[in-house]
């Protein structure tokens, strides 16, 4: 089995959550192993084949970010307590089809790590635990994802297509049915089309924030047009607008962007509570699958705190993490950024990633949809909006050290100093605050296990800055429980 992102290959992340992975415009990939607090290093440009190479290529995390929840039953780390993680997913190479451009490198994330060289070995089985490395899920203009949009040379370019809102007529449907539910949605949710400068882009979905105009959606559906490029949002009933892009944050996968002479009659999604949400629930998604606007699907809650960490696969991206909601709904290509609703039509999720079944890499093929999408709680995703809004820029919480990404660590270890790396725990920081020292290893945060670096992450951008945590942390063989104050860090550079 393969995780697959729209656009970009990137490789399979050591035991750790699924990662989630950032849609580009037209055929971006995607980096599965990444962890945000110091600059991320380059992406390979396919991934390796065995959990060894994935290690080599994770080095060390920084912690200085946070991290998702690990999962039961991985290899390297402690069993996980009951409910607290659902069980590992199975081996899997990822491969991704489609992702957002790359971020600028620059200053650390919040949790950094020392990427080491591959080693070469064939074979591409067994390569995660917990880490699940999740495809994209925007969708490619020109033929599909992983292709890119080339205007001059291409007649073929993929047309959105829209589908009428009205299936029944002048049917009325109860408002708790998934028809009702889906009718009053589908108005607040917009088809959105992003292209760069040099014609690269892709689609994906968003939906009304506020009645001002603010579209939420991801990153990775939006990358290509940050700088200089052309991006478009396009209502169920045809009308079209043009848009700007507000804010991006390349780490929770999360961007806002405003329509140019918005209609004064948006009706802003309700936002539900997703710390409420239960295994189980019904889950209703809507989106532009593979082009096809105002397309709804539904399923149920499959799991929840699954981690995830996504790339571009670009060299200057940074992985984006996050301790997402599993859904079985059908996700494809092109439902990245749209609503994932419960059955009260409430927003608990933004849908931005899958796993899929496909093995092949870059411009293969449309893998779609095997069960497994996974979406940014909305609890998360709302405090993301809501600073890029006011500010135009994230803000990540930040525990000040920098973690491992290799296996068998029991947790999320402190990295060792080295000649070439920036000191493992930041002098003054949160984690230096709390006693914390290079070698340590963080197995849990307040009642989530910790089975990696990247869960660790994906579970601290979960907090918001000045959070209280309990850390839980082993020491040459013995354990204990500190109180951490998270830092802050703004911006993605």
């Known amino acids: 089995m393969s995780t697959e992102n729209e656009g970009t290959v990137v490789p399979p992340a050591p035991s750790a959550p699924p990662v989630p992975v950032e849609t580009p415009a037209a055929s971006p990939q995607v980096t599965a192993h990444e962890a945000p607090t110091t600059p991320l290093p380059p992406v390979p440009s396919s991934a390796p084949g065995t959990p060894e190479q994935a290690q080599a290529h994770a080095g060390q995390v920084s912690a200085y970010a946070s991290a998702g929840a690990p999962e039961a039953g991985q290899g390297a780390g402690p069993a996980p307590e009951a409910g607290a993680w659902p069980p590992p997913p199975p081996p899997v190479t990822p491969s991704y089809m489609g992702g957002g451009s790359g971020a600028d490198t620059g200053a650390p994330w919040g949790a ?51 589908a009428s809102q009205q299936t029944g007529g002048d049917l009325k449907r109860d408002a708790g049915t998934v028809a009702g539910v889906a009718a009053k949605a589908l108005p607040s949710t917009v088809t959105i089309e992003a292209e760069s400068s040099s014609g690269e882009g892709g689609t994906g979905t968003g939906f009304v924030f506020d009645t001002q105009g603010h579209i939420v959606t991801n990153n990775h559906v939006v990358a290509e047009a940050v700088d200089g490029g052309k991006l478009t949002a396009t209502f169920p009933d045809g009308k079209k607008y043009d848009a700007e892009v507000v804010g991006h944050a390349q780490g929770y996968d999360v961007a806002v962007i405003k329509l140019k002479n918005a209609p004064s009659n948006l009706q802003p999604l309700t936002l539900g509570d997703s710390d409420k949400v239960a295994v189980g629930d019904s889950t209703i998604a809507i989106g532009a699958p593979f082009g096809l606007s105002n397309t709804v699907t539904t399923g149920i809650i499959s799991a929840k705190n699954r981690p995830v960490a996504s790339s571009d696969g670009s060299a200057s991206s940074k992985a ?75 803000v990540y919480a930040k525990i000040g050290a920098s973690v491992t990404l290799t296996e068998g660590t029991g947790g999320a270890q402190i990295s060792q100093k080295s000649d070439d790396s920036p000191e493992p725990v930041e002098t003054g920081g949160p984690a230096a605050a709390a006693g914390l020292k290079p070698g340590d290893v963080i197995t849990k945060l307040d009642d989530h296990v910790i089975d990696s670096g990247p869960t660790l992450i994906g579970e601290i951008w979960t907090h918001k800055p000045g959070d209280k945590v309990q850390i839980t942390y082993e020491r040459d063989g013995k354990s204990k429980t500190v109180e951490l104050t998270l830092g802050s860090r703004e911006g993605d550079s």
């Open 112 to 162: 950094t790590y020392d990427q080491q060289q591959p080693k070469p070995k064939s074979g591409r089985g067994g390569l995660f635990a917990a880490v699940l490395v999740a495809a994209l899920v925007a969708g490619g203009l020109g033929g599909g994802l992983g292709y890119t949009l080339a205007k001059d040379n291409d007649s073929t370019t993929s047309t959105t297509v829209s």
């Open 320 to 394: 984006s993490y996050m301790s997402a909601l599993q859904t079985d709904a059908s996700i494809n290509p092109g439902n990245s950024g749209g609503p994932l609703l419960d059955a009260s039509g409430n927003v608990i999720g933004i849908n931005s990633a899958i796993q899929s079944s496909s093995g092949g890499g870059l411009g293969t093929g449309q893998s779609g949809s095997i069960g497994l999408g996974f979406a940014i709680p909305i609890n998360q995703a709302k405090y993301v909006a809501q600073q890029l809004i006011k500010t135009g820029k994230p």
